[in-house]
Every structure is written in C-alpha cells, then in structure tokens.
C-alpha cells in the first residue's frame, strides 16, 4: 500500500474501499442489512484497511459491524464518514447528535477522516458546521477534518475564515472529467483529493485505449485508471461488490505508467 500524508501529518492509505453502493429506493440509499457484512469480509481479506461510508448512505452500522467482526485492532483501520448536509445544516444540536450517531454506529471513540459532505447556500451555516468539526477536530474525537464536493468558492470561505484547513477534499474526479483545475487548487492549499466513483464514465472508446495500455503490464482498464490518479497523488476508493475485483484494485502498485501513456488517459 502507498499512503499520502495529510497537512496534518496523519496517512492515509491511497486506495480505499468506498461503501455507497448496497442500493437505493428511490433517491434514498438502503443500507445492507445488520450483520450483512460480507463485502467488507471481503475487503479486509483482500488487505483494504482504508473504509469511506457516510450518513447518506445508511452504511455505518453495517461497516462497525464488519470492522468488528474482523478482530483486527481499531487503529489498523482507517474510516472516513460524512455529515449529511444534503438538505442543508440542522443547526448545532442536529449535527452534534448525528455525529454521536456516527461514532455509535461506527462502534468507534474517535474518526480517522470526517466530512461535510456537500456544500449548500449558507455561508454562515457552513462555517458553523466547520466550526463543529474543529471542535472535535481539538478534543482529538476526529483526527482529520475535511469537505466533499466543495468547489473553489466554498474551500475559499473556510480558509478565510475557519481555523483549521481542510485536509481533504473529496470530488469527482473521472475519466472523461479529471476535474484538474480544482485538483490543482485543492494541492495548492495543502489539501488532498480523493475521488469518489474514480471507475464511472468510461465508455467503450476509453475503454478499448485503457485495455491496450493495461495489455503492456497484464492490467485490466480499471487498473490503468487508478493507477493514473494514484500516480498524480489522488486517493481513489473504488467500490465493488465483487470479491476479485475488489482484489484487483488493489493489485496496482507493480508497475507505472509512461509518459505518453499519461497524456493519452488525460486525453480520454
């Protein structure tokens, strides 16, 4: 594994498993079912310890579960969760409760990773909630703090006026969209991306060039993708509910991409 250190000096595993995908009614996520936990079995077997879930999801619980299950001591994981702000900020109670929420589900005292999830039309409210996750930030409960989906103007409001900057930022980040404007504002505030989804967007004329430049290490066109973004400094956390495939994004740390091969998936 490759880890990317933080503005805070904490690391971080540069591939996760990302946890969203157990389903959706409607717009709303369905989480696995309590004790349902075998594709994080799966992920723990094949050697991830980095695990992004968040309240949106409904997945907590289920990723205690397994994190629990496997034996493994709490500080050999590494857990990212999210503030569900997706309609907005509840005010400090709410996101003081949902976050006792989050640690309760997550069967854990502190959390590696936490995030405002989405921005939204209030100044003064996202500063609140930044506010908030500073706080916890200082008693140590979460060891970094960070945002997802925040674009420029939004990075640029807590780093005017919060305390503590971002560690990361969490985006879009995929073929077709690298997104290498705001990747390059992130990094020059210190702050690191992760993309989320880094596997969606890949039609079959991408697909067909990232086969052909997999073919030359006996990679397959997922490979060749987060090897690109990991070989820019971007934590990926590919999701899969597949026990080979999930193995195969992690098997990416045995060979490099050249750099007319980078050009042509910049390209893409």
């Known amino acids: 594994m490759k880890y990317r250190t933080l503005n805070n000096g904490i690391d971080i595993p540069i591939v996760g498993s990302g946890t969203n995908t157990y389903g959706k009614e409607g717009n709303q996520y369905v989480g696995a079912l309590r004790g349902d936990t075998q594709e994080i079995d799966w992920a723990i ?85 930044w506010s908030i996750l500073e706080d916890y930030y200082n008693r140590g409960v979460f060891k970094s703090i960070g945002v997802s989906n925040f674009e420029k103007e939004h990075l640029d409001l807590l780093l005017e006026q919060g305390s503590i900057t971002p560690a990361v930022n969490q985006i879009k980040s995929q073929v077709g969209n690298w997104n290498e404007e705001l990747i390059a504002y992130n990094e020059s505030k210190g702050i690191a991306t992760v993309a989320w989804s880094p596997l969606r967007g890949i039609d079959e004329n991408a697909k067909q060039v990232l086969d052909e430049i997999g073919s030359q290490y006996g990679k397959t066109y997922a490979q060749v993708v ?43």
Request: glycine share 6%.
């Open 45 to 129: 077997e094949n050697g991830y310890r980095h695990f992004d879930s968040a309240q949106l999801y409904a997945n907590e619980e289920v990723l205690g579960d397994g994190l629990k299950k496997s034996s493994l001591p709490r500080e050999d994981f590494f857990i990212t969760t999210k503030l569900n702000t997706f309609e907005g900020f509840g005010g400090a109670d709410w996101a003081h409760a949902e976050i006792e929420k989050s640690l309760e589900k997550l069967q854990t005292d502190y959390i590696d990773l936490f995030l405002i999830h989405k921005p939204w039309d209030d100044h003064a409210g996202m500063l609140e909630a």
């Open 226 to 268: 987060l090897r690109y973004q990991i070989e820019r400094d971007v934590i990926v956390i590919p999701k899969s509910h597949n026990k080979d495939r999930q193995a195969q994004c992690l098997d990416i740390f045995d060979f490099e991409l050249t750099a007319s091969e980078r050009d042509r998936i910049a390209a893409l």
